[in-house]
């Protein structure tokens, strides 16, 4: 199986600084059709969770632009230019490559200090 | 607008059985593959099995495999999850949610609200 390793495991961020958060898989999420299927999730206090990238860097409709994503092979990073407080929350890198099963990171917990 | 609606959950004694239902609406069930996710109390997202857009495919995760069975019915546009065996370890919210499917999965954009399994004595 592949292992997805997130760091830091706890963020905390003053208001309006940027958030770096990383994923880490043990194998190069790189598929045979030339895509890289790491996918990132947002999960606010009390709320399923949503997804804010997919194919490491490709934002969805209604995620705004201060979400971002990149990377490559088997390190990828969810960043946040200036963090809201609306952020707070739990955050999933997963790979969608190498299944069954598919494998979620273990969240980082962002908090506003 | 995408709905994904499930129901079934309660308390279950351990060995004990249930069935999780998953109704969706909103979007053309039969063109995508289903999947449950289960998230334990305090933990993380875990993967629990998928379901193919005509369900001739299904695949579980080891920790489920044997005991768990995903179905769908597409004219009734639902998702199951008939759950045996349980264990303590099982207990969790569960979610079903929705996944293109392109030789790898897309992450799943769509997810329900959750319905929360209990296993206990």
């Known amino acids: 199986d592949v292992v997805m390793t997130q760091s830091p495991l706890s963020l905390p961020v003053t208001l309006g600084q940027p958030a770096s958060i990383s994923c880490r898989s043990s194998?190069?999420?790189?598929?045979?059709?030339?895509?890289?299927?790491l996918n990132w999730f947002q999960q606010r206090p009390g709320q399923s969770p949503r997804r804010l990238i997919y194919k490491v860097s490709n934002r969805d409709s209604g995620v705004p632009d201060r979400f971002s994503g990149s990377g490559s092979g088997t390190d990828f990073t969810l960043n946040i230019s200036r963090v809201e407080a609306e952020d707070v929350g739990i955050y999933y890198c997963m790979q969608g490559t190498h299944w069954p099963p598919i494998t979620f990171g273990q969240g980082t917990r962002l908090e506003i200090k | 607008q995408v709905q994904l609606v499930e129901s079934g959950g309660g308390v279950v004694q351990p060995g004990g059985s249930l069935r999780l239902s998953c109704a969706a609406s909103g979007f053309t069930f039969r063109g995508y593959g289903m999947h449950w996710v289960r998230q334990a109390p305090g933990k993380g997202l875990e993967w629990v099995a998928v379901i193919w857009q005509d369900g001739s495919k299904k695949y579980y995760a080891d920790s489920v495999q044997g005991r768990f069975t995903i179905s769908r019915d597409n004219s009734k546009n639902t998702l199951y999850l008939q759950m045996d065996s349980l264990r303590a370890e099982d207990t969790a919210l569960y979610y079903c949610a929705r996944a293109l499917y392109n030789g790898a999965w897309y992450g799943h954009d769509y997810w329900g609200q959750g319905t929360l399994v209990t296993v206990s004595s």
């Open positions: 194998q190069s999420l790189v598929y045979s059709d030339g895509n890289t299927y």
